[in-house]
Each structure stands twice: as structure tokens, then as C-alpha cells.
């Protein structure tokens, strides 16, 4: 059973339009991320949250916004959306901040499709 | 920036023959770190290797920080080790990794 759970799996939206991209992981970690992988690029760390808190932004763009309501959850909200935005967004985490000690688990990702 | 360069950028191997994946990276990292990311596009972490060599099951992953290098070699390669490989760097025991664009591998029957 997968312990990090990104929904959905699959999204089409149109330019200008906002979604939020759910993501919760089931294994007791204080710490979360975001990354994305575009046809074009590697793939890049986003954001780094721990218990709760906000630790690191590497997107230079204030329409992504990630959201934590519960420790295990952090949703990523992207408002006027556009065609560039088009990639996957993994979710993952780790036991706590940073991967020095600890092993990153990623889930299945959410593959964005902007038009 | 810190950049992560990996070669080669596909491989094709015949099941059994061995694969040395590559991994250059910008500036002095703390730790490298070798995913596998599956064909359907899921991602597990595979070795975390700050430097020297490191063994698990039929990968070994070596480090040389100095030269701002480092390897993954698979032995015996079966036919479900296809996918992508990706290299990361964490610098400054910060949370972010930057990855290479990674080494895609064919195994073939």
C-alpha cells in the first residue's frame, strides 16, 4: 500500500485556472517537500515544510502556494496557472528535516497538464 | 548554481552485463544520494553515500568528494532494473537535493 498519497494522479486544467494538488503521507514523518519534473528540467525541490512550519522556499513564484492543515498533510495550491506549469509534482517526506539522517520517500506524483 | 551533471544519459545493456553510472557534481556536497525512478514514474531512494564506497545488494556507490564525482555500478543487471537513475546532491546538510537529469537503463533480455 502506498504510504504517501498524491491525488490526483492525473490533472488537466486550463491557462488562468487554479488547482491544489493533495498530498498525505501515512508514515509518521515531521517533515515534507515538494518537487516538480517538467520535460525540460531535472528534477527540482520547491518547498520543505517541518511540523507544520514553512522551512524552505526554492520557487520564485508566489502562485504556488503549499498549505498544511495536519502534520501529515501538505497540499500544494497553484493559482493562474500556465501552459509552463505543465509537470509532475512529487510529494514526499522523512522522518525529519533534511536527508543527512534520514531516507526521503517520494510518492507517485501528480502529472499536471496546462492548455 | 550548483548543477549535478550525469553520463551517460541512456544506456542499453544485455541482462547479466554490468552498468557504471556517473555523477559530477558543481561544488563540495555533504552527501550524494542515488534514486531509482520507476517507468511509471515513482521515485525510491536507493544509496545515500556522503563518500567512500557503499554496498547494497548488487549496487555499489562510490563517493570521491574531492573530485567532485561519484558512480553507481550494478552488477548483473536484470531485466527489472530498467528505469531512470537519478543522481542527487544535498549541500550544507539543508533538506534540498538537487538532482542531474539522470541516466535512463535498458535491460534487455
Known amino acids: 500500500d502506498p504510504k504517501i498519497i498524491q491525488k490526483p494522479k492525473y490533472l488537466v486544467a486550463v491557462t488562468g485556472s487554479e488547482k491544489i494538488l493533495i498530498c498525505e503521507q501515512y508514515l509518521g514523518h515531521n517533515a515534507m517537500y515538494w518537487y516538480r519534473q517538467s520535460a525540460k528540467k531535472p528534477l527540482e525541490f520547491m518547498f520543505s515544510y517541518s511540523y507544520q512550519k514553512l522551512m524552505d522556499n526554492q520557487t520564485a513564484s508566489s502562485r504556488f502556494q503549499p498549505q498544511s492543515s495536519k502534520k501529515n498533510h501538505l497540499d500544494l495550491q497553484i493559482t493562474a496557472l500556465k501552459p509552463d506549469d505543465s509537470a509532475t509534482y512529487f510529494c514526499?517526506?522523512?522522518?525529519?528535516?533534511?536527508?543527512?539522517?534520514?531516507?526521503?520517500?517520494f510518492g507517485a506524483g501528480t502529472r499536471l497538464s496546462v492548455l | 548554481g550548483q548543477q549535478v551533471q550525469q553520463s551517460p544519459a541512456s544506456l542499453v545493456l544485455q541482462e547479466g552485463e554490468n552498468a557504471e553510472l556517473q555523477c559530477n557534481f558543481s561544488s563540495t556536497a555533504t552527501r550524494l544520494q542515488w534514486f531509482y525512478q520507476r517507468p511509471g514514474g515513482s521515485l525510491v531512494s536507493l544509496l545515500s553515500?556522503?563518500?567512500g564506497t557503499k554496498h547494497t545488494g548488487r549496487l555499489t556507490s562510490t563517493t570521491v568528494t574531492k573530485e567532485r564525482r561519484g558512480s553507481l555500478h550494478i552488477s548483473s543487471s536484470q531485466i527489472t532494473d530498467s528505469g531512470t537513475y537519478l543522481c542527487?546532491?544535498?549541500?550544507?546538510?539543508?533538506?534540498?537535493?538537487?538532482f542531474g537529469g539522470g541516466t535512463r537503463l535498458t535491460v534487455r533480455p
Open positions: 542527487a546532491m544535498e549541500y550544507n546538510a539543508g533538506a534540498k537535493l538537487t
Open positions: 553515500n556522503p563518500s
Open positions: 514526499a517526506s522523512s522522518q525529519g528535516l533534511g536527508t543527512s539522517q534520514n531516507t526521503l520517500y
